[in-house]
């Protein structure tokens, strides 16, 4: 019973994990209609960029973390300058298209500055297991389940009742429309490129800490991928029971059904349920549902 309540547990610790991860996709799908393709890559860029400050440059952990989410922040920035400020108001099929190519450009940066080399990862949070009752929890996960939790709750405050977050809502509308209003289509683009950069940056320091790092930690952005798709496009909050919920299908089938089937169902069996609630409910668990004229 004791093993039961430990992969439960940790299950919906890594699944925060995955939740924060999505947060990036939602922000950005808000603000642009766009869906990040490259939000893996965003984490991996934090990452190298957290590693340069404290190996690269020396820098103490309480330096170097600002140092690297500011990094990232401008990293955000000057993408969606150079790649998306041209592209307001043009098809989302564009947009997207961009992101693909985005993805394959970071990946290359990646590669050329760093290198394809496997690196340590700096040790953020104590490798010490956490013991609660016979439960065994790691701090890295225990601190990003919190964090995801408290950003999740601020984000969705910000998006639902403050001036600034409702204009971004109306961007996610319509271009037109919103440029119609007075609303600043580039600036909302902004904010939301930059922001994404930064929650990546985050979910980096709690995924690598004490770990490996090369371009393949990418991964996690096509593991968060099923999450924003059940949460919803839309929806921030939802981000947390649907990443829950990931996150404790998929350690449950790692530790009872992996062992008996010989093979890897825990990639896959999270992936097909999801597929099976979206095709009863497209726009996912808590997404909006939009009724159009025709």
């Given at each position: ?15 925060l994990l995955y939740s924060l991860v999505a ?93 394809p080399e496997v690196r340590p990862f700096p ?172």
């Amino acid at each position: 019973m004791i093993q039961l309540v430990n992969q439960t547990i940790n299950g919906a610790l890594i699944g925060l994990l995955y939740s924060l991860v999505a947060m990036g996709f939602v922000i950005i799908y808000r603000a642009s209609k766009v869906f990040n393709f490259a939000q893996g890559e965003f984490v991996v860029l934090g990452a190298f960029l957290i590693w340069t400050f404290v190996f690269g440059f020396g820098l103490p952990i309480v330096i170097a973390l600002p140092a690297a989410l500011i990094a990232a922040a401008a990293a955000g920035w000057l993408i969606e300058r150079i790649f998306f400020s041209r592209l307001v108001g043009e098809p989302v099929f564009s947009m997207v298209m961009v992101t693909i190519a985005l993805l394959i450009l970071i990946r290359g940066v990646i590669l050329i500055v760093w290198g394809p080399e496997v690196r340590p990862f700096p040790i953020i949070f104590s490798l010490r297991p956490i013991v609660i009752g016979g439960v065994l929890l790691q701090p890295s996960l225990l601190f990003g389940g919190f964090l995801t939790i408290g950003v999740a709750i601020g984000l969705s405050w910000f998006f639902n009742h403050s001036r600034i977050g409702l204009a971004l809502t109306a961007v996610s509308e319509d271009h037109q429309i919103a440029q119609s209003l007075g609303i600043s289509v580039r600036k909302a683009m902004v904010f939301a490129w930059v922001l994404g950069s930064v929650l990546s940056t985050l979910g980096a320091m709690i995924y690598l800490s004490g770990k490996s790092l090369n371009f393949l930690a990418s991964d996690i952005g096509f593991t968060a991928f099923p999450v924003a798709l059940l949460a919803g496009l839309e929806s921030i909050a939802g981000l947390i029971p649907a990443g829950i919920l990931v996150g404790i299908v998929q350690i449950l089938t790692q530790y009872y059904l992996d062992p008996i089937l010989g093979s890897d169902a825990a990639s896959i069996l999270p992936s097909l349920a999801i597929l099976t609630i979206l095709f009863v409910r497209p726009t996912g668990l808590f997404g909006w549902i939009t009724i159009e004229r025709v």
